[in-house]
């Protein structure tokens, strides 16, 4: 609705000279009709100002009563809406839109000077520190569009065309006039501007904030606590930087904390990261990247799903040609207290990596392992993660971790464990470790790869922890195609398990939370490049569409894996076919769960009880324990393993029972 306004009548502005308001030209002053001119008391106005009706007051969580209108303030070239809250600025207000019910109290200068973007545009120099993976941000930058920007040069094309979408946007945005949208509160700040303030965002007792963009919302709002000094920012809904944190030349995506004097610079954090006490330098921070202590440093590295112990720390040049390397620590990676890696290097996923390394690394086709700083060597126990409670507890917590309330999710973010992505490792994993073992001799007792160390025990069970990960999978894939089908014969049997879709074969890729078929990515920047997709909201509407047909895609890449498996296509195949992959499926998940329960009672042994019963023996020991952590049986992860174990033997047992009727 277009807001109507008129000029002050002589009555309302000699009202206004009696409570000390002034103004270099009263012409330039309109009000919407309703306007209280004794709502405004010692305001210096100037410039062209527009004001509405100040007929509300602002209750405050306490109950404190505060009337609306303009209190002890200089106002220049606003537009100030309904039921405001403006008392006390220390210096001015300039260059600003200031919607309806907004609270601005006890600040120094909020202004808009020149042209400005409000952050969007800006260049982060991720990853690489001198430059060469630039990264532009805008408003609703997803980790998908960025991770193609940062690590797809090879697609030169596609890259300067996305950044080219990306100027356009920002250019569409530009103004000389900020914006405070309805419902914000600022209070208690010092310095505010070229900030475009976003619906219900609250900030109270930031000492800076310079170029940037809050993208707050009623359902998420944004909230910027004390102390804090952002310049060239922008961040999103339902996300708090707080506690005197340092942010320069930064992207912080939805459902973000960072606090307690975090410092970042040139860096990108998507959904659900959290930072606190530590530092980040280029680094690309995909979804739930977590950092939580003081002496961490992460630099110039991208990770996903990660947790960085205290102490973490990388390197990043060789102190010849400068900051040039870059670290890939794959979804799901781990960092114990005082580790350290030497970029470059690669850790595949859902890796623990322990120790000291001071040799470039590349463990991207061994995930699920343990990488072991030990005397000056890395040793590399694969597939052990695999049998880790550890590694489950990570996976059920990272949907229930999912703070973003944003009914619109900027971020795709696909949290399964176990994904086409994840088993195209294994069997990359187990086939290297059963070359390694041919080609070194079956007598060898330590193996050589990549700068690390193999022990012999620890090659065997990799290949059996691998082996039994991927029968679980494509077990689960076979089952959850043939649900809630009545099967009458093997043509029947053969008809469901030829996939429906073509999309889906072939390599698979983690681009920062989303998994999705490799061709998928190349078809959307084939369409970036032939003009099909036009916009940055296009390609934000392409990434949404892979997400949705992950499982629609994730059949086609199983049949082809279980046809390899099994030496056949699926075609050919027959109900003792299936009755053979159910089986294996069915001894593959008890097994992994019954190593998950024998993690699990390992922390409720004697030993794990040192520290508590501090003034008994073993039995105040156990007593104390139990009241802490609670019994074995009744913990919540104990449980939830045992119930796996009975609804996937039923599952199975069920599916078996219905496929046998057509043998």
């Known amino acids: 609705m277009v807001k109507k306004y008129r000029k002050l009548t002589r009555n309302e502005i000699q009202s206004m000279t009696r409570n000390n308001c002034s103004c270099d030209d009263w012409g330039k002053i309109m009000v919407m009709e309703g306007f209280n001119p004794l709502q405004c008391k010692n305001v210096t106005f100037s410039g062209d100002i527009k004001l509405g009706v100040f007929d509300k007051p602002f209750v405050e969580e306490s109950g404190v009563s505060i009337p609306a209108g303009i209190l002890n303030a200089r106002i220049h070239n606003c537009t100030i809406g309904s039921n405001v809250v403006i008392n006390n600025t220390g210096e001015y207000i300039a260059n600003y839109n200031i919607e309806d019910e907004v609270i601005i109290k006890n600040c120094g200068k909020i202004c808009t000077e020149g042209i400005s973007k409000f952050g969007n545009g800006t260049s982060i120099a991720v990853l690489n520190e001198a430059g060469g993976r630039m990264v532009k941000i805008w408003d609703r930058l997803s980790a998908h569009e960025a991770y193609i920007i940062a690590l797809y040069r090879h697609r030169s094309k596609a890259v300067k065309i996305l950044g080219k979408m990306i100027d356009d946007y920002s250019d569409s945005i530009a103004s000389d006039r900020g914006i405070i949208s309805r419902n ?88 659900n990261c959290e930072g606190y006490h530590g530092e980040a330098c280029s680094i690309f921070a995909g979804p739930h990247t977590v950092t939580h202590h003081k002496s961490t440093l992460l630099i110039a590295g991208i990770f996903s799903f990660m947790n960085a112990g205290s102490g973490s720390n990388q390197s990043n040049h060789m102190y010849k040609l400068g900051p040039i390397h870059q670290g890939i620590m794959e979804r799901g990676s781990k960092t114990t207290s005082d580790t350290y890696m030497l970029w470059p290097a690669r850790i595949g996923p859902f890796t623990l990596v322990m120790g000291r390394h001071y040799k470039n690394m590349d463990t991207s086709s061994l995930p699920f392992s343990y990488l072991i700083g030990s005397n000056d060597e890395s040793i590399l126990v694969p597939a052990i993660n695999l049998r880790s409670v550890g590694t489950i507890r990570d996976a059920q917590k990272w949907p229930l971790r999912d703070k973003r309330k944003d009914p619109v999710k900027i971020d795709q973010v696909n949290f399964n464990l176990l994904s086409p992505y994840t088993i195209r490792k294994m069997i990359e994993g187990r086939d290297l470790l059963r070359n390694l073992k041919s080609l070194s001799g079956e007598v060898s007792s330590t193996f050589t790869y990549k700068n690390m160390l193999i022990k012999g025990a620890s090659l065997e069970r990799g290949i059996e922890l ?25 043509k029947e049997l053969q008809k469901r398990l030829t996939p429906d879709k073509k999309m889906g074969s072939g390599e698979w890729v983690d681009v920062a939370g989303l998994i999705t078929p490799k061709q998928a990515v190349d078809n959307l920047l084939d369409d970036i490049e032939s003009g099909i997709i036009k916009s940055v909201a296009d390609v934000e509407e392409s990434f949404r569409n892979m997400h949705k047909c992950y499982y629609e895609w994730e059949w086609t890449w199983s049949c082809e894996r279980i046809e390899e498996e099994e030496g056949k296509p699926v075609t050919e195949f027959s109900a003792d076919d299936v009755i053979r992959i159910v089986e294996r499926w069915k001894k593959s998940v008890v097994d992994l769960d019954k190593m998950l329960y024998n ?18 023996g073993d039995e105040e020991k156990k007593q104390d324990f139990e009241q802490v952590r609670g019994e074995f049986e009744s913990n919540s992860v104990v449980a939830a393993i045992q119930d796996h174990i009975n609804q996937k033997t039923a599952l199975g047992d069920g599916l078996i029972k219905r496929v046998e009727t057509i043998r």
């Open 466 to 490: 691998y082996q039994t990960g991927i029968n679980k999978f494509l077990g689960n894939s076979i089952i959850k195609r043939l649900e809630n089908n009545t099967l009458k014969s093997n």
């Open 184 to 271: 914000s509160r600022i209070i208690n700040c010092n310095s505010i501007r070229n900030v475009k303030v976003g619906p219900y965002s609250r900030i109270e007792g930031a000492v800076s904030l310079d170029e940037g963009s809050i993208n707050s919302c009623k359902e998420d709002p944004v909230f910027i606590g004390p102390g804090v000094i952002m310049e060239h920012f922008i961040v999103c809904s339902g996300s708090i930087i707080t506690e005197s944190t340092l942010i320069d030349k930064c992207f912080i995506g939805q459902g973000c904390v960072l606090g307690k004097h975090y410092s970042a610079e040139n860096s990108l954090f998507f959904a």
């Open 599 to 616: 993690d699990a009672r390992k922390e409720f042994t004697l030993s794990s009880m040192t520290g508590f019963g501090i003034d008994g």
